[in-house]
């Protein structure tokens, strides 16, 4: 039998200290990230595992997470979690935590699962995704001083409690500047009706980057539900119009493909812009907004690890996202 692995042991391989592999298990946001990557590449090396039950008898966690698997739509706009949940899951791993996931089809069963959850498991935290005006979820744990954080802001109260987002406005907006510099001026907007925080959001990037150069109402503005059909559906009544748009920015990747495909089968020449940079997108060729979900996902365990150790760090966090050219625009 070979020699047991120890965190001396992976220390040794990674040539730092015993503190510096304990720092990276436990809380692995006060290494550096070129530390870190060594350490994690000694563990996996090494097949190192950690004794979680001593270590739960040490800290009084459980080093257990949970986390909703959101429904997956029209499997273009679900695989946008699908990524979040990949890097939280790789994230929260590499740092001693596993995450339990759970389903869910509206806030009262979500909320009813995780009584269910606290009574069965000894769970550390929560992360929520797809944050909205007045959530319940958010009220109830934070009654109950059950540590959560968001990938999300909260819509209402932006300083309610830990998040992290992606700014959505600034997605649509270097959307909407670059269809500007291209030459385009009338720029609709096909988006979700009012009153999503998200959609809100996005839909505020291109209003006022479009009022901005004195384009404000040069185009229109449609809300419908997300979906293919929805997008297909819009911009042949868009293209309808007097003045129709020659491009047009999407809350969505699932309404710019609808609307990419209602271009082209009018033969239409109409630029598109989407949003998640879904892999339908990249593999159909259509330009998107693209959402740094891997980083998002290490910020809320680093959130969470913080919160949970009684580190004092900044709890809101707004990253930004970037604009991925393809044929559609």
């Not at 979040?84 to 909320?111: K, M, N, P, S």
């Not at 003045?243 to 495909?261: E, F, H, I, M, N």
Request: aromatic share 6%; proline share 4%; charged share 25%.
């Amino acid at each position: 039998m070979g020699e047991k692995v120890t965190i001396a042991t992976v220390a040794r391989h990674a040539q730092v200290s015993r503190q510096t592999v304990s720092n990276v298990l436990n809380a692995p946001h006060i290494v550096r990230e070129d530390t870190r990557q060594r350490v994690r590449e000694a563990i996996t090396a090494l097949g190192y595992r950690a004794n979680q039950a001593a270590r739960q008898m040490r800290t009084g966690r459980s080093r257990l997470i949970a986390v909703r698997i959101e429904p997956t739509r029209d499997g273009i706009n679900g695989s946008v979690l699908d990524r979040f949940l990949h890097g939280l899951t790789e994230t929260a791993d590499a740092g001693g935590y596993r995450v339990l996931l759970y389903t869910a089809r509206d806030d009262d069963q979500e909320i009813a699962t995780y009584d269910a959850l606290l009574g069965a498991y000894d769970l550390d935290a929560f992360v929520l995704t797809g944050t909205k005006h007045g959530d319940p979820r958010t009220a109830w744990l934070a009654e109950r001083e059950v540590p959560f954080v968001t990938f999300g802001r909260p819509w209402d109260a932006p300083d309610a409690h830990p998040w992290v987002d992606v700014d959505g406005a600034a997605g649509t907006a270097q959307a909407t500047r670059h269809l500007l510099t291209a030459g385009h001026r009338r720029i609709a907007f096909l988006g979700w009706p009012a009153g999503s925080g998200v959609g809100d959001d996005r839909r505020a990037g291109w209003r006022t980057t479009m009022a901005e150069v004195g384009l404000d109402g040069a185009a229109a503005d449609r809300a419908t539900e997300d979906g293919i059909a929805e997008g297909a559906r819009e911009l042949r009544a868009l293209l309808a119009l007097d003045a129709p748009p020659t491009a047009v920015v999407c809350a969505s990747d699932s309404l710019a493909l609808g609307a990419w495909q209602a271009a082209r089968e009018t033969a239409t020449d109409v630029a598109v812009v989407g949003f998640d940079d879904t892999p339908v997108a990249a593999a159909v060729g259509l330009s998107s907004v693209s959402q740094p979900l891997g980083e998002a996902a290490a910020r809320c365990v680093e959130l969470l690890t913080g919160l949970l150790d009684g580190q004092q760090r900044d709890p809101q966090l707004l990253l930004s996202p970037s604009l991925v050219l393809r044929h559609s625009a």
